[in-house]
C-alpha cells in the first residue's frame, strides 16, 4: 500500500523504540470546563499508551468523557493540565500533519459534494493530484463496499451507507491513527452487526490504530484487542481489558456466543456497574 | 395520464345558457339580440356545441382542447360586437356568456394542472393570457378613459412605437445604473460580511446600523445622492448601493454562520486553514442565503433606480420617463416603460432562481425535484 521511503530520522526527543511502538501516550490528562455556576471536571488524571495496530475501545456511560479524551488527543479540545504526545509530536502537530482520520457519531457528510467527492475532500486539502485523489477515493470506497456509488449525493444513501462513506474518507488519507466516536450509534442493530463485521476486516486488512468510543458492551468486545472501562464525574479510567488474551485478533460474528466473548463482557458490565452511581 | 382519474366537472359553466334571452349590447341607443347579431350568435353557438360535446372526449388533454375552443370563441364576441359599432357595456347577455366562459377556462385550467413536462407551462401560460384577455374586455367593453388603464393591446402597440426611447431608458436606467449599483452594493456587502465575520467588532457595530439603513426611505435619501454625486447613472447607483448593501451583508454573515460544529471540527482535524474552511465549507452552506440576498436586491435595484429618476436625470431613463409622460397624458408610454421595468425585473429574479436551483441542488428545498 505504501511506497517504500527513505528513513526518516525521529525526532530528537523521544527514543527511537519508544514511537515505533507507542502511538498515544497521555499522562496525567485532565481537563476542566469553566460553566457558569460551576466547574465541569470532563476527565481526572488520565493516563493511557496505545499500540502501534491496536483496536481501543473507550467504554463508559453518557458524560464518563470518552469523546473529550478522544477530542483531545485529535486537539479538537485542549487539556487543562497533562501531556499527550501522538505519533511522538504534541496532538497539534500531529493534526497539521494530518496524523489521524477521524469518525464523527453523525456523518457529517457535504450534501453539495457527491459521494467520490466527499471522500477525496482531505485529499483536495493535502494538495493531491485530481487523478491520484480519484483512484484513491475509488480505492477506499470499494474497501467499505460501496463501489457503483461515487457520483451519488451523500443524502441519496442510507444512514449506514453515509456511515461507511465517512469511514472511507477518514481512511482515504491513509493516517496511522483512526478515531472513532460511536460511528454505528444511530444504526439498527443488523446493520451495526454488518459495519462491525467490516470494520475488524479493514482493521486487519490496514494495520491502522484505531480508537472506538462505544456504549455497547458486546460492540466493543466483538472489536477491540483492549476495552478502556471509564466512570463519569469525574472522567477517569476503572479498567483496561486486554481482549487479546482470550479471544483471536481475526473474528467472526460466531464468537459473540463463546464462554470467552461472555467473560469479557461481564467483567465490563462489572466495571461499569462500579462506576455507576445509580443513587442519583 | 389514465383518463379514469378525471374529475367530475361542476355544472356551472351552464350558466351561459342565461345568456339566450337577454340583450348583447346597444346599437344607436336600441338594444340588440342575439339574432341581429349573427356572427356572435354563431360564436355562442360554438361554445354551446364545446360544453355538449365534451363527454365524448376520451382524455383530459383532448377535453381541454375542446373546452378551450369554447372559451376562445367567447372572448371573440365583445370585439365582434365593438367593430359593428355596438356599445357592450349594458349587455347583460354578453357579460353573462363572457361570466360563463372564464367558469369554462378554470376547468380547462383544472385539467391542465395535472400535465408534466413541457405540457405543465401551458396552464400557467392560458392563466396569464386569460387575465390579459379580462383586462382588455374589460377596459374595452366598458370604454375605460385610456388614462385610467389602457387596454393591453395599446399598451403592446406603443412598445414598437417608442422603442427608441424605451430602449435608451432601458440602457440608462437597466445596464448603466442597476448592473453597476448592484454589483457593487452586493459585491461590498458581500466582502465586508466576510471581513465583519473574521472581525467581530465589526459585525456587531454593523448590524445595528444595518437595521438603521432598511429603515432609510428610498424618496428620502435619492434626492441627496443626486446633490452628491449629479444627474447621471452614478447618484442612481450610489442609492441602489446603500439599499442592496445591508441586506447582502446581513443574509452573507447569516449564512457563514451555518456551518455545523461537527463539519467544522472536520476541517480542523484536516488541518485545513480559514481560507480553505471558507472555500471548502462555509461558503457552500451559506450559498442559499446568498441567494436569498441576491434575489431580495435584484428587485430592490430596480425600484431604487426608477424612484431615483424621479428626482433629477439626465433626459433620459425609466423614471424620468414615467414622470414626464404622466404629466403629458402619454399613459401607454408610462404603461409600457412598466412592463419593460416588471419584464426585467422578473427575467433578473427568474434568471438568480434558475441559477439558485443549478448551484444548490443539494439543499433540502430542492432535493425532490
Given at each position: 500500500m505504501q511506497a517504500p521511503l527513505p528513513p526518516v530520522p525521529p525526532p530528537q526527543t523521544v527514543p527511537p523504540a519508544a514511537i515505533a511502538r507507542t502511538i498515544v501516550d497521555a499522562r496525567n490528562v485532565t481537563l476542566t470546563y469553566q460553566t457558569a455556576d460551576k466547574p465541569v471536571y470532563a476527565l481526572s488524571d488520565v493516563s493511557l499508551k496505545i499500540n502501534k495496530g491496536d483496536f481501543i475501545s473507550l467504554i463508559g456511560p453518557s458524560g464518563c468523557g470518552k469523546t473529550t479524551?478522544?477530542?483531545?488527543?485529535?486537539?479538537?479540545?485542549?487539556p487543562t493540565s497533562g501531556e499527550i504526545i501522538v505519533n511522538g509530536m504534541t496532538p497539534e502537530a500531529a493534526r497539521l500533519k494530518r496524523a489521524y482520520g477521524y469518525v464523527f457519531q453523525a456523518p457529517a457528510l457535504y450534501p453539495w459534494r457527491s459521494v467520490e467527492r466527499n471522500v477525496t475532500l482531505p485529499l483536495e486539502i493535502m494538495g493531491m493530484p485530481a487523478a491520484e485523489r480519484q483512484q484513491?477515493?475509488?480505492?477506499?470506497?470499494?474497501?467499505?463496499?460501496?463501489?457503483?456509488?461515487?457520483?451519488?449525493?451523500?443524502?441519496?444513501?442510507?444512514?449506514?451507507?453515509?456511515?461507511r462513506v465517512s469511514i472511507a474518507r477518514a481512511l482515504a488519507f491513509e493516517p496511522d491513527l483512526l478515531l472513532m466516536d460511536e460511528p454505528f450509534g444511530a444504526?439498527?442493530?443488523?446493520t451495526r452487526d454488518h459495519l462491525n463485521?467490516?470494520?475488524?476486516?479493514?482493521?486487519?486488512?490496514?494495520?491502522?490504530?484505531?480508537?472506538?468510543?462505544?456504549?455497547?458492551?458486546?460492540?466493543?468486545?466483538?472489536?477491540?484487542?483492549?476495552?478502556?472501562?471509564?466512570?463519569?464525574?469525574?472522567?477517569?479510567?476503572?479498567d483496561v481489558i486486554d481482549c487479546e488474551q482470550h479471544l483471536p485478533r481475526e473474528r467472526t460474528?460466531?464468537?459473540?456466543?463463546?464462554?470467552?466473548?461472555?467473560?469479557?463482557?461481564?467483567?465490563?458490565r462489572e466495571g461499569l456497574m462500579e462506576g455507576h452511581s445509580y443513587d442519583d | 395520464m389514465s383518463k379514469t382519474t378525471r374529475s367530475e366537472m361542476a355544472p356551472w359553466p351552464l350558466v351561459m345558457l342565461i345568456a339566450a334571452p337577454l340583450p348583447l349590447g346597444l346599437l344607436d341607443g336600441a338594444a340588440i339580440y342575439w339574432p341581429q347579431a349573427p356572427a356572435v350568435a354563431l360564436c355562442y353557438a360554438v361554445s354551446l356545441l364545446c360544453l355538449l360535446l365534451r363527454g365524448l372526449t376520451r382524455t383530459p388533454r383532448t377535453e381541454a382542447a375542446l373546452l378551450f375552443l369554447g372559451v376562445a370563441s367567447a372572448c371573440l364576441s365583445p370585439f365582434l360586437l365593438l367593430a359593428d359599432g355596438v356599445d357592450p357595456s349594458s349587455g347583460a347577455g354578453t357579460w353573462m356568456y363572457l361570466f360563463g366562459a372564464s367558469l369554462l377556462l378554470w376547468r380547462v385550467l383544472a385539467l391542465l394542472a395535472e400535465e408534466t413536462g413541457l405540457l405543465r407551462w401551458l396552464g400557467p401560460t392560458l392563466f396569464g393570457l386569460g387575465l390579459l384577455m379580462g383586462w382588455e374586455i374589460i377596459t374595452r367593453g366598458f370604454a375605460v378613459p385610456s388614462v385610467l388603464l389602457p387596454p393591453p393591446s395599446s399598451i403592446l402597440a406603443a412598445i414598437p412605437t417608442h422603442g427608441g426611447e424605451l430602449w435608451d431608458d432601458f440602457c440608462q436606467t437597466v445596464l448603466k445604473s442597476v448592473v453597476r449599483g448592484y454589483l457593487i452594493g452586493c459585491g461590498a456587502g458581500f466582502v465586508v460580511a466576510v471581513l465583519a465575520d473574521r472581525l467581530p467588532f465589526l459585525a456587531r457595530g454593523l448590524l445595528p446600523l444595518g437595521n438603521l439603513a432598511s429603515a432609510i426611505p428610498v424618496v428620502g435619501i435619492?434626492?441627496?445622492?443626486?446633490?452628491?454625486?449629479?444627474?447621471?447613472?452614478?447618484?442612481?447607483?450610489?442609492?441602489?448601493?446603500?439599499?442592496?448593501?445591508?441586506?447582502?451583508?446581513?443574509?452573507?454573515?447569516?449564512g457563514l454562520a451555518t456551518a455545523e460544529k461537527i463539519q467544522l471540527d472536520l476541517m480542523r482535524s484536516y488541518g485545513a486553514?480559514?481560507?480553505?474552511?471558507l472555500w471548502l465549507l462555509r461558503l457552500p452552506c451559506a450559498l442559499p442565503f446568498l441567494f436569498n440576498g441576491l434575489k431580495i436586491n435584484s428587485t430592490l435595484a430596480l425600484i431604487g433606480a426608477i424612484v431615483a429618476e424621479f428626482f433629477g436625470t439626465?433626459?433620459?431613463?425609466?423614471?424620468?420617463?414615467?414622470?414626464?409622460?404622466?404629466?403629458?397624458?402619454?399613459?401607454?408610454?408610462?404603461?409600457?416603460?412598466?412592463?419593460?421595468?416588471?419584464?426585467?425585473?422578473?427575467?433578473?429574479?427568474?434568471?438568480?432562481?434558475?441559477?439558485?436551483?443549478?448551484?444548490?441542488a443539494w439543499h433540502p428545498s430542492f432535493r425532490k425535484r
Open positions: 479524551l478522544m477530542r483531545t488527543i485529535a486537539d479538537l479540545e485542549q484513491r477515493a475509488r480505492d477506499h470506497l470499494e474497501m467499505v463496499g460501496l463501489a457503483g456509488f461515487e457520483k451519488k449525493f451523500p443524502w441519496q444513501l442510507s444512514g449506514g451507507m453515509q456511515q444504526l439498527d442493530e443488523i463485521l467490516q470494520l475488524t476486516r479493514l482493521w486487519l486488512q490496514t494495520q491502522k490504530t484505531c480508537i472506538f468510543v462505544t456504549h455497547s458492551i458486546a460492540e466493543a468486545v466483538f472489536l477491540s484487542t483492549r476495552i478502556v472501562v471509564m466512570s463519569p464525574r469525574p472522567g477517569k479510567i476503572l460474528l460466531d464468537i459473540r456466543e463463546t464462554p470467552e466473548f461472555a467473560h469479557i463482557a461481564q467483567r465490563v | 435619492a434626492p441627496v445622492m443626486v446633490m452628491w454625486f449629479g444627474f447621471d447613472w452614478q447618484s442612481k447607483a450610489a442609492v441602489i448601493v446603500i439599499m442592496t448593501f445591508f441586506p447582502m451583508l446581513i443574509n452573507t454573515l447569516a486553514g480559514y481560507g480553505k474552511t439626465p433626459v433620459v431613463g425609466m423614471g424620468f420617463r414615467i414622470s414626464t409622460e404622466v404629466a403629458r397624458m402619454n399613459l401607454d408610454v408610462v404603461w409600457a416603460t412598466i412592463t419593460v421595468a416588471a419584464v426585467t425585473g422578473s427575467a433578473l429574479y427568474g434568471g438568480l432562481a434558475l441559477a439558485e436551483r443549478r448551484l444548490t
